[in-house]
Nanobody
Framework: EVQVVESGGGFVHTGESVRLSCTLSGFTGDSWGVGWFRQAPGKEREAIACLSSPDGTTTYTDSMKGRFTLSSDNAKKTVYLQMDNLKPEDTAVYYC????????????????????WGKGTLVTVSS
């Protein structure tokens, strides 16, 4: 069974950092693409970034560049989203999604390209 599981959310204060994890299970091989997305209360879902394995190629939505960084541990089939200098407007449910044998596009991060979604993890940033 294919599963995508996020972890690492919680409550933080403005200016602090959080690292979210996205772990894949049931994926065969080492080629996959993982995207991170978020949805704030009352707002539409936003794309954050995408990482392709095994080469580690990344694509970031323009508005997310600078404070958000992707990395991966291929052996653990885990992708990390490091979020620094958090602001109250970063409060959202953060979702990870994945697709086997997917190379992230250089032109953007596309939710419709993803096949498997996690249930999300809530990050709350207090002022």
């Amino acid at each position: 069974e294919v599963q995508v599981v996020e972890s690492g959310g919680g409550f933080v204060h403005t200016g602090e950092s959080v690292r979210l994890s996205c772990t894949l299970s049931g994926f065969t091989g080492d080629s996959w693409g993982v995207g991170w997305f978020r949805q704030a209360p009352g707002k539409e879902r936003e794309a954050i970034a995408c990482l392709s394995s095994p080469d580690g190629t990344t694509t970031y939505t323009d508005s997310m560049k600078g404070r958000f960084t992707l990395s991966s541990d291929n052996a653990k089939k885990t992708v990390y989203l490091q979020m620094d200098n958090l602001k109250p407007e970063d409060t959202a449910v953060y979702y990870c999604a994945a697709r086997p044998f997917y190379l992230c596009s250089a032109y953007g991060v596309f939710a419709e390209a993803m096949h498997y979604w996690g249930k999300g993890t809530l990050v709350t940033v207090s002022s």
